[in-house]
């Protein structure tokens, strides 16, 4: 079972760090630092938009309209922090 917590905990933390490089990519592309026409570049952006869109898009959804400014991101990583600091704390002792 201890097996079972740590993927899953490595899962959450790979997660993380997509989220985090999502938001910078998306921050890189608006100020146009990287080139969207660069093949490498967009295979990377539309990787990241794949896999944390669904997670983001109904966070998007509840909060209401900041005027461009995107905390959707922050909400996701706190929810996932919830998420990761639970399992470590409850569940994993209750079954060690």
């Not at 993380?16 to 490498?40: C, D, E, H, M, T």
């Not at 938009?49 to 990583?77: K, Q």
């Not at 998420?83 to 470590?88: A, E, K, M, S, Y």
């Amino acid at each position: 079972m201890l097996a079972l917590i740590q993927t899953i905990i490595m899962a959450l933390d790979i997660y993380w760090w997509l989220i985090i490089g999502s938001a910078v990519f998306s921050w890189l592309y608006a100020f146009n630092v990287v080139n969207p026409r660069n093949q490498f570049v967009g295979s990377v952006g539309n990787f990241l938009f794949r896999v944390t869109e669904p997670a983001l898009r109904p966070i998007r959804n509840l909060l209401p309209d900041l005027g461009g400014i995107d905390i959707s991101p922050i909400i996701l990583l706190l929810i996932l922090f919830f998420v990761r600091q639970f399992i470590l704390t409850t569940i994993a002792p209750a079954l060690i």
